[in-house]
């Protein structure tokens, strides 16, 4: 018969035990502090796999003394819901239901309403799990009724101890007594890219694979080419562009790069090549027009090779704009527009700017020296009206300097 993992062999069974999320369960935590009160709130955890979310709902519900009812929102059903709803008026609920609901984010609108008078008058009490973003995709009066904790990555430090009690468990299932140097479980722990149940199956698989000692050769064997918690769609995807972008934009080709690596080792051409020609209008915009030209340039080439070989046009890319000068004030100036045609302002376009007017009245530029000729152009509630303002670098202040010099400012 297969055994259960090592992960739930071993699974902590208090705060002292969990590894990583001390600012929810150390002695100071914030979670650890509300458990010690005298009422339970409902709360959600979210966060990446393997970061201890069920791992700390069965402790809260142990030491709650609560009776606790784990349902699995993949696999769960609105008659899962009603039925964990009527224990409440039974015995075994005399002390309340902590119903630990994963993956909440699959549980419909109506399954999730279902709850709301429940754990609105204390017979429930929600521990709820998501690794999406639960202001995306948790019904809204939930959240209201909920305080939500962010889980994050463990760190390879954090996950050792966890590590080391593995391999103690596994000495003692087997009777053997194999070892594990220092350098090899900070390798196993780096693997596991801040999930410690990874990590733990990659050390049973080590420990199984290995001789008397635990060895690199044979973890390299059992660790994928592509680690870390990724996909093409969910939260995880968008927090990683955002990371690109905001390095980009603080020009910082380290972490900009970085950030490209991880999204196209997890095989998102797409998402990568859309998000560079976003930055090269919205964040370099007019301090380095030619910056958008050479980007799409760059993101052409991609497509045409595809990966791997699309990681050089798409590096070059990102080094250029993360070292090249900004200026979001083509980004602003429509954002500022956009704020008086959402208003309703500007209805009427000047007359002698309409076809149907036949233009009566308009001044041909070209007809003028310098190509210039100063007349109304926005509607007649937005005159004068100022959307676009020069940025600093030397671009944009030459153009300033010039129509300055041409509308006679200076």
């Known amino acids: 018969m297969r055994k259960q993992p090592l992960a739930d062999r071993i699974r902590p069974m208090s705060f002292d035990e969990m590894v990583g999320q001390s600012h929810l369960f150390g002695e100071k935590g914030t979670v650890r502090k509300l458990c010690e009160g005298e ?3 409902n709360m959600i955890f979210y966060g990446p796999p393997g970061t ?24 769960a059903s609105l008659a899962d819901v009603k039925e964990v709803i009527a224990e409440t008026g039974t015995l075994l609920g005399s002390e309340g239901i902590l119903l630990y609901l994963d993956e909440i984010q699959y549980f419909n609108k109506k399954q999730q309403q279902s709850l709301l008078e429940y754990i609105e008058d204390g017979r429930i009490t929600l521990v709820a799990s998501t690794t999406e973003n639960p202001y995306l995709y948790v019904y809204a009066a939930i959240l209201s009724r909920s305080a939500v904790f962010e889980f994050r990555p463990v760190t390879a430090e954090e996950a050792i101890p966890a590590l080391k009690r593995g391999l103690k468990t596994l000495n003692e299932e087997t009777g053997r007594e194999k070892t594990a140097s220092e350098e090899v479980l900070k390798a196993v722990a780096e693997a596991a890219a801040g999930d410690v149940r990874r990590g733990l199956n990659l050390l049973e698989n080590t420990y199984f694979t290995s001789e008397k000692e635990l060895s690199k050769e044979a973890l390299k064997g059992l660790t994928p080419t592509v680690i870390g918690n990724f996909d093409k769609s969910g939260t995880v995807h968008y927090d990683l562009l955002s990371a690109l972008q905001k390095s980009v934009r603080g020009s910082d080709p380290d972490a900009a790069i970085f950030y490209l690596a991880k ?8 998402g990568a090549c859309r998000r560079l020609q976003v930055m090269a209008c919205e964040d370099i915009g007019l301090a380095y027009p030619q910056a958008a030209q050479i ?4 993101v052409q080439i991609a497509f045409n090779v595809g990966l791997p070989e699309a990681t050089l046009p798409l590096s070059e890319a990102v080094l250029l704009l993360a070292t090249a000068p900004k200026s979001n004030s083509g980004y602003l100036a429509y954002e500022a527009a956009k704020a008086d045609v959402t208003a309703g302002r500007g209805q009427s376009v000047p007359p002698y700017m ?16 310098n190509h210039y000729v100063e007349q109304q152009y926005l509607p007649d509630d937005l005159k ?8 600093e670098n030397k671009n944009e202040q030459a153009a300033k300097a010039y129509w300055e010099k041409i509308k006679g400012k200076k």
């Open 263 to 270: 999204i196209l080792e997890g095989g998102d051409l797409i």
């Open 52 to 75: 201890g979310k069920t791992t700390a709902a069965g402790i809260i519900a142990r030491s709650s003394g609560m009776t606790l009812r784990k349902l699995n929102a993949t696999t």
């Open 39 to 41: 009422t339970l709130p």
């Open 354 to 369: 309409r076809p149907s007017n036949r233009y009566e009245g308009y001044r041909y530029p070209h007809d003028y020296e």
């Open 295 to 298: 980007t799409l340039a760059c």
């Open 384 to 391: 004068n009206r100022r959307y676009y303002t020069y940025g």
